[in-house]
């Protein structure tokens, strides 16, 4: 699946709660808790994203030209919006992550759920994902 066919699955998955805060909150929180453990090893400085107001994590590894992406957040909604982002990224060719524009996050109306701390957390994680394959 490519990264617009994800978020359009994103998009479809929010359309449920009808833009209800309690239900998109208590989603995202699912959402993190369902991302794969990171291994405490990598919660050191160097993969902290520098920009949240959460301590994020955010590691990657590249295998037959794809980056792989673990992370994690010491709270919960972030780790929430955290996962999302992997979903997107992960397992893509470096050239097909950094020309991906999010759009999933205006279509949902994101950004009136999580505020304006968050919303540059996101685009903190979405600016280091995009380094991260440049580099790697």
């Keep these: 699946m490519n990264t617009i066919q994800t978020q359009n699955e994103i998009i479809e998955d929010f359309k449920v709660l009808e833009g209800d805060l309690e239900m998109t909150l208590n989603y995202l929180i699912e959402l993190g808790e ?31 030209d794809k ?10 909604i972030t780790k929430g919006l955290l996962s999302i982002l992997i979903k997107i ?8 992550i950094i020309k991906t524009d999010l759009f999933f996050i ?19 994680m979405e600016k280091k994902i995009k380094l991260m394959a440049i580099t790697k």
Excluded: H, M, P
């Design 106 to 124: 205006n279509e949902i109306g994101l950004n009136r759920f999580i505020g304006t701390q968050r919303s540059n957390g996101l685009e903190s």
């Design 89 to 96: 990224f992960n397992n893509k060719t470096s050239d097909e």
């Design 34 to 64: 369902a991302l794969d453990i990171l291994e405490e090893k990598y919660k050191i400085d160097e993969n902290i994203v520098k920009g949240c107001q959460s301590k994020v994590w955010l590691t990657c590894t590249k295998k037959d």
């Design 67 to 76: 980056i792989i992406y673990q992370g994690d957040s010491n709270t919960s």
